[in-house]
């Protein structure tokens, strides 16, 4: 694989295949990575229709599970010591299962909430930065939502509470990532941490 690769975590479908998608048309190298790779028939079908089995791979990795990301990072060192260099990182994987009310929310829906869109990003992000400690960082992107701003609550969204408490307290924890690295990091080590709010699309 020549070049820095985008690494896509979460990127069977909606947003994150459409990134690969993109990333594909316009010749870039792609580490996608996906909760099961067994279950994303329509990213073998884009790899496939893009002629780009050479500049896609496709990796595990379950955002909600230690074991996974563990396994997952396993992966990405072997790739690194193969003088692959990572590019830019997109933390994509999250759920929604609607409604989540604070009201009537169930511990183990809100668990999934906050382990998949919180803790297993930050997770993944905190241990794809430790990989290459010699080289130039990856610049790391969350993929967050304004569902999730605390200086600007929106009052209308109904059943959204658990969703939003996972992208508040992912924001909070980016804030505190990119000061600790600012903190501790050289120049030639400077990191780029991302929040974006994609918008509303349809997945």
């Given at each position: ?15 994150g ?37 050479d500049?896609c791979i ?9 074991e ?6 396993h992966?990405?060192q ?6 692959i260099?990572?590019?830019n ?9 609607y ?12 668990a ?12 993944c ?5 430790d ?19 605390t ?8 059943g ?44």
């Amino acid at each position: 694989m020549d070049g820095k690769p985008w690494v896509i975590i979460g990127a069977s479908r909606g947003i994150g295949l459409e990134f690969v998608k993109q990333l594909l048309e316009s010749g870039q190298p792609v580490i996608a990575a996906v909760r099961n790779v067994s279950a994303a028939p329509k990213l073998f079908d884009l790899i496939a229709s893009q002629g780009a089995q050479d500049r896609c791979i496709v990796e595990q990795c379950d955002v909600s599970s230690d074991e996974s990301i563990t396994d997952f990072i396993h992966k990405m060192q072997q790739h690194v010591n193969k003088g692959i260099q990572l590019g830019n990182v997109v933390l994509n994987a999250g759920v929604l299962k609607y409604p989540n009310r604070a009201t009537e929310i169930s511990f183990a829906d809100f668990a999934l909430h906050l382990h998949t869109n919180t803790i297993g990003p930050i997770i993944c992000a905190q241990k794809l930065l430790d990989l290459s400690p010699d080289s130039p960082p990856p610049k790391m992107v969350f993929i967050s939502s304004d569902s999730g701003s605390t200086a600007r609550f929106l009052e209308f969204e109904d059943g959204f509470g658990a969703y939003a408490a996972s992208k508040s307290a992912l924001n909070q924890m980016l804030r505190h990532m990119a000061a600790e690295l600012r903190r501790c990091q050289q120049k030639k080590r400077e990191t780029v941490i991302l929040a974006l709010h994609p918008g509303e699309v349809e997945t």
